[in-house]
């Protein structure tokens, strides 16, 4: 199976005419797993096939291409293949693509995380796949997570304890994803929230498609102070809620599970609470699935998670995307 790179993290099957997030000016169909920005086509003539609400959040992002929405487990089926979209926990829409074609299956994961998000549709996988090209986000052993009852009471102890010492608690989260698990996480708390303006728009596509916020409004400097503020790292280098005095910060993103990233920010509270899956989750992903061949894509270590797959006798490589995959295989 050829596999070529398109966009950022793109890739393109000429043999199937398909892509899968990316554009690519022959493919017939582009795939797109879910909305964030380094995984959505630019391109104003792709023709997106993907959840419905991963479409509705890109169409709230900017996508001007059109859209087709697929349902999760139905068959999109042409002479050349046959697909099928998987929930893969990660955020609201997110989906594996399950390719199937006369030679072979495919398992595309984009971004997953299982056990899931609460705020995602959940997880769901084929039984088995001859290839699979997986991401490997946290591709080191350092990387296990806690449960996920912990962190979440980690999130609702650390809004509550500020707020009754005075203090208005700031989390730090993107805006596409896990800022709405936090409120999702807090809803239950019934205390009121303000989101960043670029976050708070996409909240109405997670109401839409019956995921609870809770009580929530967009960030307001004015009214801000004493409510549960959530934003982007970057936000506070812009003055979000640079008026408050007395504030305390909690970093939420699988990156805080490393020490080392405690002392490059200065926060309160580091919460690990990561929307992909760890390190041994995903290498039990890959001894579960059993796929001929895995590649590893987006991931800054490649060589540790071959390592771990290769005592599975589990065949891997990094995707190599300027050869014909087919001499590895
Ligand atoms: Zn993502």
């Not at 056990?115 to 052993?141: K, M, N, Q, R, V």
């Not at 709405?180 to 976050?199: F, K, R, S, T």
């Not at 004015?222 to 008026?243: D, R, T, V, W, Y």
């Not at 589990?314 to 590895?328: A, I, N, V």
Request: proline fraction near 6%.
């Amino acid at each position: 199976m050829k596999i070529q790179k398109t966009g950022y993290h793109g890739l393109y099957f000429p043999g199937l005419g398909l892509s899968v997030d990316g554009y690519h000016p022959q493919a017939d169909y582009t795939f797109v797993s879910h909305a964030h920005a380094d995984h959505m086509p630019r391109n104003r003539s792709a023709k997106a096939m993907a959840t419905a609400p991963t479409i509705d959040l890109m169409q709230k992002r900017g996508f001007k291409g059109s859209g087709k929405a697929l349902k999760l487990g139905e068959p999109f089926e042409n002479e050349r293949f046959k697909v099928t979209l998987y929930p893969a926990g990660h955020i609201l829409g997110s989906a594996m693509i399950f390719i199937e074609s006369e030679k072979e299956t495919i398992l595309y994961t984009g971004d997953y995380r299982t056990p899931p998000s609460p705020a995602s549709e959940g997880f769901e996988s084929p039984d088995h796949a001859d290839i699979l090209i997986t991401e490997a986000t946290f591709s080191l052993p350092i990387y296990r997570w806690k449960p996920h009852d912990e962190l979440q009471e980690e999130v609702r102890s650390f809004a509550l304890q500020s707020l009754e010492e005075g203090y208005t608690p700031v989390f730090l989260g993107y805006n596409l994803g896990k800022a709405q698990e936090i409120m999702h996480l807090l809803a239950p708390l019934n205390l009121p929230v303000q989101i960043h303006g670029a976050g708070y728009k996409l909240c109405s596509v997670y109401e839409k498609h019956g995921i609870d916020l809770g009580r929530y409004s967009a960030y307001d400097r004015q009214s801000c102070e004493g409510k549960i503020l959530i934003c982007p790292s970057s936000a506070l280098s812009n003055g979000f809620a640079s008026n408050i005095s007395k504030k305390r910060i909690a970093y939420c993103s699988g990156w805080a599970a490393n020490e080392s990233r405690r002392t490059q920010l200065t926060v309160d509270k580091m919460i690990p609470l990561s929307d992909h899956l760890d390190f041994f989750e995903l290498i039990e992903f890959c001894k579960k699935l059993s796929p001929r061949k895995t590649y590893i894509t987006h991931t800054p270590n490649p060589d540790v998670v071959k390592h771990y797959l290769d005592k599975e006798n589990l065949e891997s490589g990094f995707l190599d995307l300027d050869t014909d995959t087919k001499t590895h295989l």
